[in-house]
């Protein structure tokens, strides 16, 4: 069955103290493994795609990674506008369906 | 800027009186997606249209309805809303679905439209 699980659910982090959030999937035929950043109230916000293992991509302070079983995003320096709900989303071929995780909290306190 | 937007952005009614949300997109993309999202979980996927053909989710109560009459617009219909319908409601778009291998399946979301049921 195609699943996918974050972790944590909720991160707090002083500004400039660098992290990483976890995605950890199970899914038949990737399709691509997909990071949206979404603040309250708003619509999920496209951040990055990679589609093969050993693949990178970074902008500004985001830096997302991908092996066969799961996808980092490392945040580097965060400031208080880096705080929003990360989710996490991969693409299936078996399904021809996005499944999202449940997401992470980030708050970056000043 | 090609977008994706929704209407309206906030939306109360009462319990049973029916509701209708919008999506128009000047992406001019195949697929239009509607999903459901409550408050700290994963947006739920309702249905989608590829060009005019719907696909429904099995889980998807028939209380949801949906209508795609162009390209460019997607309405949801929420026939008899309940208590437990009170959500965020999220349109997006893609060139091509979700089970391609290429940029054509990344999706692109408008803002939602937050649904309060009294």
């Known amino acids: 069955e195609d699943q996918v699980t974050q972790s944590p659910e909720a991160l707090r982090l002083q500004e400039g103290e660098s992290s990483s959030l976890n995605c950890s999937y199970t899914?038949?035929?990737?399709?691509?493994l997909f990071w949206y950043r979404q603040d309250p109230g708003k619509g999920p916000e496209f951040l990055f795609t990679?589609?093969?293992a050993g693949e990178e991509k970074e902008k500004e302070r985001l830096k997302a990674t991908l092996t066969k079983k799961e996808s980092f995003l490392h945040i580097t320096a965060p400031k208080p506008e880096d705080s929003a709900t990360y989710l996490c989303?991969?693409?299936?071929?078996?399904?021809?369906?996005?499944?999202f995780g449940q997401g992470t909290t980030l708050q970056v306190k000043p | 800027d090609a977008m994706v937007i929704q209407n309206p952005r906030y939306q109360v009614t009462q319990f049973g009186k029916p509701v209708t949300l919008s999506c128009s997109q000047t992406l001019n993309h195949n697929v239009m997606y509607w999903y459901q999202q409550k408050s700290s979980q994963a947006p739920k996927l309702l249905f989608h249209y590829y060009d005019k053909d719907f696909n429904n989710e099995a889980d998807t109560p028939d209380n949801f309805q949906s209508r795609r009459p162009n390209t460019s617009f997607c309405f949801l219909d929420i026939r008899s809303p309940g208590l437990g319908d009170a959500a965020m409601y999220l349109c997006?778009?893609?060139?091509?679905?979700?089970?391609?291998?290429?940029?054509?399946?990344?999706?692109?979301f408008g803002a939602g439209s937050r649904l309060t049921v009294l």
């Open positions: 989303a991969v693409g299936s071929g078996n399904t021809g369906k996005l499944i």
């Open positions: 899914v038949s035929g990737l399709r691509g």
């Open positions: 997006a778009t893609s060139r091509e679905g979700a089970g391609m291998v290429s940029g054509a399946n990344v999706l692109t």
């Open positions: 990679l589609y093969s």
